[in-house]
């Protein structure tokens, strides 16, 4: 076997953020940069001598050579045998289940999710655990602590494997075998749903319903589960196909992004249910006609309807969400008698807790909602749900999400996002926030009194890690709060996201524009921060 072993230099930015290492494309292309990275991970590794090792990716530019390095070098630290997805592709939620199903020791996921692809676009690069899981902070540390020093990397010089064809052969001692992850995937979601009332809602011929894949990376999925197998007319999934840059566009399913789908969902004689997902397919957009369903209120109507849908008949353990997502799920766990976990942001917080079987659902305000069948967010299972609920139920998406209100109140919520900002101002505006914590409390901010104001810390009830800093937190009495922090999945200088939310007992004032509903908060929010002034912009990039 011609196992090479090169000699290379550390670089100094791989430090993974919120969902592994994002970098643009000519970054990742430097030399060794990649080679690096991987190598890193190997390193922080131990025991996986001979084990099984799952690689695939979103299909972005330089997904199918990342992929034929990555495996180069499985096979030269001594992986047994490497799954990979047929064409270089798995999303990310089947990636997850992959792992799971064949007891992988681990996965390395190619994908930046959500942010654009092309050769000046974004690329990324994840390790997820045995419990199909992304790595935990510890996990993490310790391989951007081996980036720092690394000084070789080991390589197999073979030539590229084929991707494309389904099969399984060896490189060098490794076997690789390049399978199909749709039929997985479907077999999954069939286990969980009850796919014959929702095929009865599709071919019904009263309900119409649209799915956007964004040219990402859900395409083969979304047509197989709903148009082969559930029996929606063909048409049903629009930009099916995936592209290396997405079609040019930008693989995110919020109501910016995902425009041809809200043209649809807006317009006259639009369906009665439509959806989109991410690049990488952990994401999810949930649109009635003429309705949006946050995503804190979707995981809260999912919690409320959970026993409506055969893989969740008998009660959930307990619900998990991130910190800045909206209390609406708090409301349906107290309802239910069960707990309700506040995490910080990123999918790597709920793994323990549904490892140990404290949390059946989770969900973040970011679009993601998932549960304890996988250990990722997962896009499309989402969708099915919804529509599992959507087919008992009878009623519109509308109706569902009202008559939810007027049972628990609306918490109105919004996001605004500042892209781009530089760095140093950003960094800034967050260490002004935080010298004025200890004497916010007490203090009456506009017609709202401050409760807490605090940096938000979490300490693992399973393994008792700590993670600090994790967002700042203003909290008032009425319930109501915001929440700053600076996003860990950009490329390109630093995104302040500020993140609103107030609660409206009286349905008499449930019909409110969120932007209206929270106008006093805004305010309030710039004034304390200083947001206009410290990031030059007069309005946030993007309202979620
Ligand atoms: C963002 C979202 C977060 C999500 C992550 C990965 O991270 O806010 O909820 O888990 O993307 O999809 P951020 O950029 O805020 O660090
Ligand atoms: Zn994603």
Redesign the pocket.
């Known amino acids: 076997m011609d196992i090479r072993t090169v000699a290379t230099q550390p670089y100094s930015d791989q430090k993974p953020?919120?969902?592994g290492l994002r970098k643009k494309v000519p970054v990742f292309q430097q030399p060794n940069y990649l080679e690096n990275f991987i190598q890193s991970i190997f390193n922080s590794l131990e025991g996986y001598q001979g084990q099984t090792l799952v690689v695939g990716g979103d299909g972005r530019y330089y997904n199918r050579q990342a992929i034929q390095i990555i495996l180069k070098m499985a096979a030269a630290n001594g992986f047994g045998r490497t799954l990979v997805g047929k064409g270089g592709i798995l999303s990310t939620p089947a990636a997850s289940y992959v792992i799971r199903k064949n007891n992988a020791f681990g996965g390395i996921i190619l994908s930046a999710?959500?942010n654009p692809g092309g050769p000046h676009e974004d690329f990324g690069v994840k390790y997820n655990i045995s419990n199909g899981g992304p790595a935990p902070e510890k996990v993490t540390d310790a391989i951007f602590a081996n980036s720092k020093t690394i000084a070789e990397y080991h390589l197999l010089d073979a030539p590229d494997v084929e991707l494309d064809q389904v099969g399984r052969f060896k490189l060098g001692e490794m076997v690789v075998e390049v399978f199909d992850s749709v039929s997985d995937y479907v077999e999954l979601m069939q286990s969980l749903f009850d796919f014959d009332r929702i095929r009865q809602l599709l071919t019904g011929g009263q309900f119409r319903m649209c799915m956007d894949s964004l040219h990402a990376v859900t395409g083969p999925y979304a047509h197989a589960l709903f148009e082969e197998v559930l029996g929606a007319p063909a048409g049903t999934v629009l930009n099916g196909v995936p592209l290396e840059d997405f079609g040019g566009g930008h693989p995110d399913p919020n109501l910016v992004y995902a425009h041809d789908l809200v043209e649809i969902m807006f317009g006259a004689d639009a369906p009665d249910f439509g959806a989109a997902s991410d690049g990488d397919g952990?994401?999810n957009m949930i649109l009635g006609r003429n309705f949006f369903v946050t995503p804190s209120d979707s995981l809260a109507v999912l919690a409320a309807n959970a026993k409506l849908v055969p893989g969740y008949k008998d009660g959930l353990a307990g619900i998990a969400r991130?910190m800045?997502t909206s209390q609406a799920p708090d409301r349906v766990a107290a309802r239910l008698g069960i707990e309700c976990y506040e995490t910080p942001?990123?999918?790597k917080f709920f793994g323990n807790l549904l490892d140990a079987g404290k949390a059946t659902l989770c969900g973040?305000?970011?679009f993601?909602t998932g549960s304890n069948h996988i250990r990722e967010k997962d896009g499309l299972w989402a969708v099915v749900f919804w529509l599992n609920v959507l087919a008992v139920r009878q009623q519109s998406v509308e109706q569902i999400v009202k008559e939810h209100w007027q049972q628990f109140g609306r918490n109105y919520y919004s996001r605004h996002d500042y892209e781009a900002v530089d760095a140093e101002r950003a960094n800034k505006l967050i260490e002004g926030l935080r010298a004025k914590l200890p004497t916010l409390p007490g203090q009456k901010l506009g017609s709202y009194e401050v409760e807490y104001a605090d940096d938000f810390s979490y300490t693992d009830p399973i393994d008792g890690s700590v993670s600090q800093k994790q967002g700042v937190r203003i909290g008032f009495t009425d319930g109501s709060r915001m929440v700053f922090?600076l996003?860990?999945?950009?490329t390109q200088g630093a995104?302040l996201?500020l993140y609103l939310e107030s609660y409206e007992p009286n349905i008499a004032n449930h019909g409110l524009d969120p932007q209206v509903a929270l106008g006093e908060m805004i305010q309030l929010a710039d004034e304390l921060a200083q947001i206009k002034t410290l990031t030059g912009m007069d309005k946030p990039t993007v309202i979620t």
């Open positions: 953020g919120t969902s999710s959500h952990d994401r991130s800045p942001t990123g999918w973040e305000e970011s993601g922090r996003s860990g999945t950009g995104t996201r």
